[in-house]
C-alpha cells in the first residue's frame, strides 16, 4: 500500500474540519479506499471529481460504496460541496443511517431547503417527532422559508406528540406560505387535527378541500370513531364510498369500532360482508375487530365462530376473545381460553391478564383471580401494570375485601391514579363503607378534581345513607369545579338506524306512545313485586317525583321503542354509555317477564341478558 491511500490521511483533514463531530471521524475510520479509482480521479480537476463522486453515487447500491464515495469528498475537501453531501445524505437515509446523515446535516453551513426537508421528514419516519419539530423551528430561524414538502411532516410531528398548540402555529405559517390549497398539506392538517381530538377544525379543512384523497377520509373517519362520534363515523363511511374513495384497512378498522361502541349489529355485519368481498378478512387485526364487534353487539356466539374460524390467531387475537367472554360473564369460559391459548404455545402479556382478571372479577371468580395474578409474575414472567391492579383492586373490592384492596393500593410498585381509587369507591357504595368511602374520594379528587363521575358515586353513597346535607355539598363542588356530569344515554338499532334516548327524552316521535307503554308497564311490575330503589335518584325529592325520575332513565325508554316497534318474541338490544343503576337493573327483569323478551343491556363494564325475571349477571356488577 502507497502512503497516499493510507486511509488516515484523509480523515486528519476530516478532524481538521470537523473536530466538533467526533462521531463522524470515529465512522469514517472503518472506511477503506480504492486505490485505482483515488489515483484516477485525482489527476482531474476540482469540478470534474465532484463530478465523478456525484456519477459514482448515482450508480452506488451498497453502504460500503457509498461509504467509499464519502471518503472521497473529505480526501478532496469537497465535504462542503452541497450538492454532493445533500446526495450522500440521501443514499445514508435509504440504508436508513440517519446517524451519518444528521452528521453531514450539521456539518453543512447552509442547507438548502430540500435538505432540511430530507431531515424534518427522516426524524418523523424514525418516530422521534420532538426532534422533526426542533428542525422546523431552527429551519424558520435560519431564515429558511418551509415549503409544501416541509409543512405535512411538520403537522406529522405535531399529531404524533398531540401537540395542538404547535399544530395550530403551523396551520398559521402554511397558510402565509401560501400553502393552503396544497392536497397533502390539508390531508396532513386534518389529520393533525383529528388526531389533537379537534374533530370540528378536522372538519373545517376537510369541508374547504376542492379534492379529497383516502389519507384525509381516513383521518376524519378515524378522527371521529377515536373521539366517540360514532354516529358520525358511519356516514362519513358511506359518504367516502359514496364519493369512489374505496376505504383501507384503517378506516374499516374505525367503523368497526363504531359499530361497537353502537352496539349496531346490523350495520356491523354488512361490514363483516363488505371485508370478505374486499378481502380484508385475512388481515388478523380486522378479523379480531370483527369478533370484538360481534361481542359487543351482544351475539358471543358469531364471536366465537369466526374466533375458531380464523388462523393464525395471536395475543391480540386471544386477548380479545377472552375479555368478550369476561363482559359476558362467563368467567369460566374465559379461563379455558386462556388455558388453551397457553397449550397452544402463545405468550400472554400484560393485556391478556387484564382481559383474565377482570374476566374473574365479572364473574365473582375471587380464588381464581388471585391465581392468575400470582401466576402472572411467577409463571409468566409478566410485571403487573397498572390495569392489571386496577382489575385486582376491583376484584377484591367486588368481593368484599375492602381492606385488601386499599392495602394492594397502598404497596403496589406503580403509581396510583384515580381510576384504581374509583374502583375502591365503586366498592365501597356496594357495601355501603362511607367511611372508607370519604378517605378514598379524598385521594381521588386530589388526582382528578374534575371528574364527574366519582362525585356523582361518592353522592349516591351519601344519598344511600339520606346524608342529604353532604349531597347538596357535592352538587354545589362540582358546580363550583365546573364538572359537568355526563348525560346518561342509551341506544337502540332498528331498521338500519341507531336510535338514541337520554334521560325523560321527548325528542322521539313517538314518545307519546313510548311514555303511555311504560305507564301500562307499572302496574304489572307493582303486582310481581317491584318496588322502585329510590336510593338511585341523587336529589331530596318526594318519593313519587322519584319513582317518575328513575321510570324515564333512558335504558328504559330504548326497551319500551325495541317493544313498540319489533314483533313478539324479538330481543331487544341495548347499549348504554354509563352504569346501568339498580332500580333499572331491576326493572328491567320484571319487564322481561311481562313482555315475554330477551334484554340484553350492554352498560360501560359488561353486559346484562335479562331473561324470564332475571339477569345473568347474578346482580354483581
Ligand atoms: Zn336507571
Ligand atoms: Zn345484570
Redesign the pocket.
Same mark, same amino acid.
Given at each position: 500500500m502507497r502512503s497516499l491511500l493510507n486511509p488516515i490521511l484523509p480523515f486528519n483533514i476530516g478532524l481538521a474540519l470537523h473536530n466538533r463531530f467526533s462521531n463522524l471521524i470515529y465512522l469514517c475510520t472503518s472506511i477503506t479506499l480504492s486505490p485505482n479509482s483515488l489515483e484516477y480521479i485525482s489527476n482531474k480537476p476540482i469540478h470534474e471529481i465532484a463530478f465523478s463522486i456525484y456519477s459514482f453515487l448515482q450508480k452506488c447500491t451498497s453502504l460500503s460504496c457509498l461509504k467509499k464515495a464519502h471518503a472521497k469528498t473529505f480526501a478532496f475537501g469537497l465535504q462542503h460541496d452541497t450538492h454532493l453531501q445533500t446526495k450522500l445524505a440521501i443514499l445514508y437515509i435509504s440504508f436508513n443511517r440517519l446517524d451519518i446523515t444528521s452528521i453531514l446535516f450539521e456539518c453543512m453551513p447552509n442547507p438548502c431547503s430540500y435538505f432540511w426537508n430530507i431531515m424534518i421528514r427522516a426524524y418523523v419516519n424514525e418516530g422521534r417527532f420532538r426532534r422533526s419539530l426542533e428542525l422546523y423551528r431552527m429551519m424558520m430561524e435560519k431564515g429558511q422559508r418551509p415549503d409544501k414538502f416541509a409543512f405535512p411532516f411538520a403537522l406529522k410531528s405535531c399529531a404524533g406528540l398531540s401537540d395542538m398548540q404547535m399544530g395550530k402555529l403551523i396551520h398559521q405559517h402554511l397558510v402565509c406560505c401560501g400553502c393552503s390549497n396544497d392536497l397533502f398539506v390539508n390531508a396532513a392538517l386534518v389529520d393533525m387535527y383529528a388526531k389533537c381530538g379537534d374533530i370540528e377544525a378536522a372538519r373545517l379543512v376537510f369541508d374547504k378541500m376542492a379534492v379529497r384523497d383516502l389519507v384525509s377520509w381516513t383521518s376524519m373517519i378515524s378522527g371521529y370513531a377515536h373521539n366517540g362520534y360514532s354516529t358520525e363515523t358511519l356516514e362519513f363511511f358511506d359518504l367516502m364510498r359514496g364519493s369512489g374513495v374505496k376505504p383501507n384497512r384503517v378506516s374499516i378498522l374505525s367503523v368497526l369500532l363504531a359499530c361497537s361502541n353502537l352496539g349496531a349489529l346490523r350495520k356491523g355485519q354488512w361490514l363483516h360482508n363488505y371485508v370478505i368481498k374486499t378481502g380484508f378478512e385475512s388481515d388478523i387485526l380486522v378479523a379480531t375487530s370483527i369478533m370484538d364487534m360481534y361481542a359487543k353487539c351482544g351475539n358471543l356466539g358469531l364471536a366465537r365462530t369466526l374466533f375458531d374460524e380464523t388462523r393464525g390467531k395471536d395475543v391480540v387475537c386471544w386477548s380479545a376473545m377472552i375479555a368478550s367472554y369476561g363482559i359476558h360473564g362467563h368467567g369460566r369460559q374465559a379461563i379455558d381460553l386462556f388455558n388453551q391459548m397457553v397449550k397452544n404455545g402463545v405468550r400472554p402479556n400484560h393485556i391478556t391478564f387484564t382481559c383474565i382478571l377482570s374476566a374473574c372479577s365479572h364473574s365473582r371468580l375471587l380464588e381464581e383471580g388471585k391465581r392468575y395474578f400470582h401466576l402472572m409474575r411467577e409463571e409468566f414472567g409478566v410485571a403487573p401494570k397498572l390495569s392489571n391492579y386496577t382489575c385486582m383492586v376491583d376484584l377484591l373490592g367486588r368481593a368484599g375485601q375492602l381492606s385488601e384492596a386499599q392495602e394492594l393500593i397502598e404497596t403496589m410498585p406503580v403509581e396510583p391514579d384515580a381510576s384504581i381509587w374509583g374502583s375502591l369507591l365503586g366498592a365501597c357504595r356496594i357495601y355501603g363503607n362511607l367511611d372508607l368511602a370519604e378517605r378514598v374520594a379524598d385521594r381521588i379528587f386530589q388526582l382528578d378534581p374534575f371528574h364527574a363521575g366519582y362525585h356523582v358515586l361518592l353522592s349516591n353513597i351519601y344519598a344511600a345513607k339520606s346524608r342529604w346535607n353532604e349531597v347538596e355539598k357535592i352538587r354545589k363542588m362540582m358546580a363550583q369545579r365546573g364538572s359537568n356530569k355526563v348525560q346518561g344515554f342509551s341506544l337502540i338499532e332498528f331498521d338500519n338506524l341507531v336510535h338514541k334516548f337520554g334521560v325523560g327524552d321527548r325528542s322521539n316521535p313517538q314518545s307519546e306512545k313510548i311514555y303511555s307503554l311504560l305507564d301500562e308497564l307499572a302496574a304489572p311490575m307493582r303486582r310481581l313485586g317491584y318496588v322502585p330503589l329510590t336510593d338511585f335518584v341523587l336529589h331530596d325529592i318526594e318519593d313519587e317525583a322519584k319513582e317518575v325520575a328513575l321510570a324515564y332513565h333512558s335504558e328504559r325508554l330504548a326497551i319500551a321503542f325495541g317493544i313498540i316497534n319489533t314483533s313478539p318474541g324479538t330481543t331487544l338490544r341495548i347499549t348504554k354509555n354509563l352504569r346501568?343503576c339498580g332500580d333499572c337493573?331491576n326493572a328491567i327483569k320484571f319487564i322481561s317477564k311481562i313482555v315475554n323478551r330477551v334484554i340484553t343491556?350492554r352498560d360501560m363494564h359488561?353486559f346484562?341478558?335479562?331473561e324470564d325475571g332475571g %339477569?345473568? %349477571?347474578?346482580?354483581?356488577?
Open positions: 346501568i337493573h343491556v359488561r346484562h341478558h335479562f %339477569c345473568s %349477571c347474578g346482580d354483581y356488577w
